[in-house]
């Protein structure tokens, strides 16, 4: 194992009156160097877990980790869980005694909320057709019309004049008849 000189050529002095005074030359060792365990696919809305460990693979104690900003302190076992709320995150870690870990940059997928209304990040056709309706691909899918995709949707139908024609001609069959009945009744008086 290599010990990193976090500081070298140190030196400490002291003197008092009528004492020799007395000098030493030290370097600083750090323990190891910090690194930030995250799981490999991080999604927005989840909560995960961010380990600290030294190069050796240990579990450092109370590490101070700066997420996207914000430090947070891990426990006993060098673990914080943490929710993920945005769209990516920026992790740094540290501990007296340690080199601090390297700032990395952990991407996010986008949390997919289906039935929305936005075709957003993550969604497609397939697996939201509700949101991401696509025009020109010969189907009518739900949420298209005529009037907002032609290229899929058929014209609709006119209301058909011949239903039209057959109503007209009750009505004035009915009117005929009720005419006709009501002249014989007065007829009949």
Same mark, same amino acid.
């Given at each position: 194992?290599?010990?990193?000189?976090?500081? #070298?050529?140190?030196?400490?002095?002291?003197?008092?009156?009528?004492?020799?005074?007395?000098?030493?030359?030290?370097?600083?060792?750090?323990?190891?160097? /910090?690194?930030?365990?995250?799981?490999?696919? $991080?999604?927005?809305?989840?909560?995960?877990?961010?380990?600290?460990?030294?190069?050796?693979?240990?579990?450092?104690?109370?590490?101070?980790?700066?997420?996207?900003?914000?430090?947070?302190?891990?426990?006993?076992?060098?673990?914080? @869980?943490?929710?993920?709320?945005?769209?990516? /995150?920026?992790?740094? #870690?540290?501990?007296?005694?340690? $080199?601090?870990? @390297?700032?990395?940059?952990?991407?996010?997928?986008?949390?997919?909320?289906?039935?929305?209304?936005?075709?957003?990040?993550?969604?497609?056709?397939?697996?939201?057709?509700?949101?991401?309706? $696509?025009?020109?691909?010969?189907?009518?899918?739900?949420?298209?019309?005529?009037?907002?995709?032609?290229?899929?949707?058929?014209?609709?139908?006119?209301?058909?004049?011949?239903?039209?024609?057959?109503?007209?001609?009750?009505?004035?069959? #009915? #009117?005929?008849?009720?005419?006709?009945?009501?002249?014989?009744?007065?007829?009949?008086?």
């Amino acid at each position: 194992m290599t010990i990193k000189t976090i500081q #070298a050529g140190l030196e400490s002095s002291t003197s008092m009156e009528n004492y020799k005074s007395s000098s030493i030359l030290f370097d600083v060792h750090a323990i190891g160097k /910090l690194n930030i365990e995250v799981p490999e696919k $991080v999604k927005q809305g989840e909560t995960i877990t961010i380990t600290v460990r030294d190069e050796n693979k240990n579990a450092v104690p109370n590490a101070k980790v700066t997420i996207n900003g914000v430090e947070q302190t891990a426990d006993a076992n060098g673990k914080i @869980e943490y929710k993920v709320t945005t769209s990516s /995150l920026t992790l740094k #870690a540290a501990s007296e005694g340690y $080199v601090s870990s @390297e700032q990395i940059s952990v991407p996010v997928e986008a949390k997919i909320v289906c039935g929305d209304g936005k075709c957003e990040a993550g969604e497609t056709k397939e697996n939201c057709p509700r949101d991401c309706i $696509v025009c020109g691909d010969n189907v009518c899918d739900i949420g298209e019309s005529y009037e907002n995709c032609p290229s899929d949707c058929p014209k609709p139908e006119g209301f058909p004049l011949w239903i039209i024609g057959i109503l007209l001609v009750i009505v004035l069959i #009915a #009117a005929y008849y009720f005419l006709v009945m009501r002249k014989k009744k007065g007829g009949e008086e």
